[in-house]
């Protein structure tokens, strides 16, 4: 059976980003720490994240449930196009841990939401931009076998993201299947790619590449952030590939008039 994959973003606006209540009770400000400017909507921290203009550091928070740990690659792989892309005079670190399962076989943007406000440790400070990323167990509740869809990753506020790893896993390492690594790292970049604005998702676009069938992707066939990422035929060509898909000229020359390299 073939199954249509979906590398997604969404803005989560259903999700309060405020405290609970007057009194402090689950504040998100802890002293010089501001939460909420880490519950923004996807894409508008591009230039933050991009240049060394405010955040001349950056901090990857990588958290895994237990047994679904991303190759060392792949997070390798993704340090690369952060390096590559973006301007952080003071270098970018990547802290990982994992965490027990919380026990669900399948989750909504919500629950990965409350696990990120349970378990995050890393918010943005004066002169560091944090970023989160979950490795799940279990899969999204987009999936849909009515539909032959299921989700690989959502990029849903400013500056999270969650791969959902079981999945990944389900659809790598096996013959006409692609490289873990490569569909990790394919994964990881294109979710990126939306926190960084693409396309034309709050990083300005310089020249007509938004495909209309399919916004917030490029048109350009072999760019990272081509909407057939998100196909079952495109996992089939990821087979016979040693390097996950680049951005392409005209994705890369948005990044720069943002502030990227």
Not at 16 to 31: F, L, M, P
Not at 135 to 148: A, C, P, V, Y
Not at 177 to 198: A, Y
Not at 253 to 260: R, T, Y
Request: net charge negative; with cysteine; charged share 20%.
């Amino acid at each position: 059976m073939k199954f249509k994959i979906l590398i997604s973003f969404l803005c989560l606006l259903i999700i309060s980003a405020c405290s609970k209540d007057e009194s402090g009770e689950d504040n998100d400000t802890d002293n010089t720490v501001s939460k909420v400017l880490n519950r923004q909507t996807t894409g508008s921290s591009a230039r933050d994240l991009l240049s060394d203009n405010t955040f001349t550091s950056m901090i990857i928070e990588v958290v895994y449930v237990e047994g679904f740990e991303p190759t060392e690659s792949a997070l390798n792989n993704f340090t690369t196009f952060l390096e590559n892309r973006t301007y952080k005079s003071n270098g970018i670190t990547v802290e990982k841990r994992a965490i027990p399962s919380p026990g669900k076989t399948t989750y909504s943007l919500e629950d990965i939401a409350n696990i990120e406000t349970e378990h995050r440790t890393h918010y943005n400070t004066s002169n560091q931009i944090a970023v989160w990323a979950y490795f799940s167990d279990g899969k999204s509740d987009n999936d849909s076998e009515e539909n032959n869809t299921v989700v690989l990753g959502t990029a849903y506020w400013n500056t999270s993201f969650v791969i959902y790893q079981e999945t990944v896993e389900s659809f790598s390492n096996s013959p006409f299947e692609p490289d873990r690594t490569l569909l990790e790292t394919t994964v990881i970049n294109h979710e990126f790619g939306h926190i960084l604005g693409l396309t034309n998702l709050g990083t300005p676009l310089q020249s007509e590449h938004e495909d209309e069938e399919h916004p917030k992707h490029c048109d350009i066939e072999n760019c990272l952030m081509y909407w057939a990422s998100e196909s079952a035929a495109n996992l089939s060509d990821m087979a016979g590939m040693s390097t996950a898909p680049q951005l392409d000229a005209q994705c890369i020359a948005d990044l720069q008039a943002n502030g990227g390299k």
